[in-house]
């Protein structure tokens, strides 16, 4: 009896503990835990898929790399290192590419949460309506299961046990390049359905210093959905109306000019995308998402789910290799090929292609000559005909002189005697413009070409151009370097006045081209056309070096045609007169 007395009092007491414990420790912790996961949800819902909240006060990147537990990235192409909390893909470093020409330093392309110009992208899950409440979100802590370093040859397993009885269990991957693989396996221990949605996201703090802000390039949030591209320049994404797009294959990311971070749903499952401004103070957030349609997890089933995160440089045949052996729909659109892709995008594969083939140093240098000389060769009929009509109406030039003064007052007289003249000597007086209007297809190419392709960023071309995609560094101020001083820094002479060396070679061939063509009958536009040449040189100085190259290049060479076929024609070029009137002065300096 004294047994069973003691055995009633023992169970008691452990029961009071157990309410008390209950009610003072395990209740309070419960109602914070539902709290926490609450608002989260109440987020996540606000903003398809994913946390809003942003450290307030930006600190240095180290300190905010050294402030969560990480796993170190080491691959061929980049560097860096990945956070356990959210899986934040947050410090990336491209091995492959330097700053600049003169700092050897891989590029920078991630910045991690709480610095500046934070930059990250990050995957987790979204619970739906009905639970369940706890699953790995933005700010949940992965444990490391197996590995502790990801390369291409180890991969990394975290896990994750939530306390509604799901357990995730996530294989990290990389490759030779830019693509991180993430696979998760999904199990509900639990005794109640879960219904739950997989989601990533891309998250830019303010824009990012080295924006080009160019009208030619798209920089900012860009998603692919269903096949339709959609983009948003920074300052025209509307905190107040976000956009959304939905359907079946696709991606979603915030692109530079050359590099890009961009998260990948299964392209066989629906999803949602969302570009949306985040207004706080300071520096507005920029954010691109998906979540994908909920699935259903009933009690003791497992299921594995995909995404991946590419985080690099947007390299043609890389981004084309990843649409073609990974599925991933037209992931080659990263690269802003603008709406005449169709000149683009051949433009570009001759280009490569040609740089290939001379190879070096200057292969691509070499690609624009060699390219500018196809083109001219494919068009030369045209061209030649219309030179050969130039150099006809050169030729009447004294006969239209002749009408001009013989029907001095009567302007109609004129146009109806010139035009007369026109037809008996079967001349076109546009035919001039017909060279003009076939360089403005293969100009917009290369020009789109140069500027938005990371290929021919840091190409050198023989002499003191170290980058085609940048201007001619040069600048006549100081003679071209000749003198100790450096005028870039002057508003003016440094501004929009800074012409280098090719800029002026290109002025000199527009010079001697238009010196080759009939002048105009009006003084005004002749003397307008005489400007040109100067006001060309100007608008074209700040341009990528190729591009002037190309120009002044594609000028030479129609300098050198229009010269043989009007000496054919019997014409006398200016050309011929420069040279008489030295040659005359020198035979009368010997006399």
């Known amino acids: ?112 949460r709480g610095s500046e110009h934070a930059y990250f992208a990050d995957d987790g899950w979204a619970a739906g309506a009905n639970g369940p409440r706890d699953v790995p979100g933005a700010t949940t802590t992965w444990t490391l299961a197996e590995g502790n370093r990801l390369t291409p040859d180890t991969p ?24 991180f693989t993430v696979t998760d396996t999904v199990t509900n221990t639990g005794s109640a359905a879960a219904t739950l949605s997989r989601y990533g996201r891309v998250r830019q703090l303010g824009e990012p210093p080295d924006l080009s802000n160019f009208f030619i390039l798209h ?33 979603v990311g915030i692109t530079g000019k050359y590099w890009m971070t961009a998260v990948i749903p299964d392209q066989s499952v629906e999803f949602e995308a969302t570009i949306q401004r985040i207004e706080r103070q300071g520096d507005d957030v920029f954010q691109t998402s998906y979540q994908t349609q909920p699935l259903e997890l009933a009690p003791g089933e497992t299921t594995t789910s995909q995404s991946r995160v590419f985080a690099g440089a947007k390299r043609a045949d890389v981004l084309q290799a990843y649409e073609e052996d990974l599925g991933i729909q037209r992931f080659d659109m990263a690269i802003d090929w603008g709406m005449f892709w169709f000149l683009t995008r051949p433009y570009f594969w001759l280009l490569h292609t040609l740089a290939g083939v001379f190879g070096g140093a200057y292969g691509f240098g070499f690609a624009i000559l060699a390219v500018t000389v196809l083109v001219k060769l494919l068009f030369f009929p045209i061209a030649n005909r219309a030179y050969v ?18 029907h001095a007052d009567d302007k109609q007289k004129q146009q109806q005697e ?31 070409t140069i500027f938005v392709t990371l290929e021919l960023r840091h190409q050198p071309f023989p002499g003191w151009i170290q980058d085609l995609s940048a201007p001619d560094p040069t600048n006549m101020w100081n003679l071209f370097g000749a003198l100790p001083f450096d005028p870039s820094g002057w508003p003016v002479l440094g501004g929009f006045l800074a012409i280098g060396a090719w800029p002026l ?14 002048p105009p009958p009006d003084k005004m536009q002749a003397r307008i056309f005489a400007f040109m040449p100067i006001m060309f040189t100007i608008i074209l100085a700040p341009f990528a070096a190729g591009l002037v190259i190309y120009w002044a290049w594609n000028n030479f060479l129609s300098v050198l045609q229009q010269y043989i076929i009007m000496r054919r024609q019997g014409v006398e070029t200016q050309f011929d007169k420069l040279v008489k009137r030295l040659t005359g002065g020198a035979k009368e300096s010997e006399s």
């Not at 320049?233 to 696709?250: F, Q, S, W």
């Not at 070679?505 to 009939?518: D, E, F, R, S």
């Open 219 to 251: 920089e900012g949030p860009i998603a692919m959905v269903g096949g339709s591209l959609t983009d948003r320049k920074y300052d025209n994404v509307d905190a107040d109306d976000p956009v959304e797009r939905d359907g079946v294959g696709g991606w």
């Open 418 to 448: 010139i035009i007369a003249l026109y037809q008996r000597e079967k001349v076109n007086p546009l035919a001039g413009c017909l060279p003009i209007l076939l360089q403005i297809p293969v100009f917009y190419a290369l020009y789109k």
């Open 156 to 179: 990394v397993v975290l896990e994750y046990a939530g306390s509604d009885g799901l357990t995730f269990r996530r294989r990290i991957e990389i490759d030779e390049n830019y693509m």
């Open 389 to 406: 009509s130039m150099a006809k109406m050169k030729n009447l030039q004294p006969k239209m002189t002749e009408i001009r003064e013989r």
């Open 1 to 112: 009896m004294g047994d069973n007395k003691n055995m009633i009092i023992a169970i008691a007491i452990a029961i009071g503990v157990m309410f008390i414990y209950q009610f003072l420790v395990l209740e309070p912790a419960a109602r914070r835990q539902r709290a926490e996961l609450e608002a989260q949800q109440a987020e996540i819902a606000a903003t398809g898929g994913v946390d809003t909240t942003v450290s307030e006060v930006a600190v240095d990147r180290d300190t905010a790399l050294a402030s969560e537990t990480r796993i170190e990235i080491d691959a061929p192409s980049v560097a860096g290192s990945f956070s356990l909390t959210g899986t934040r893909f947050d410090d990336l470093r491209l091995l492959r590419h330097r700053t600049t020409i003169e700092d050897d330093s891989p590029v920078v392309l991630l910045n991690p």
């Open 505 to 518: 070679i290109m002025g000199v061939t527009m010079w001697a081209q238009q010196a080759l063509n009939p």
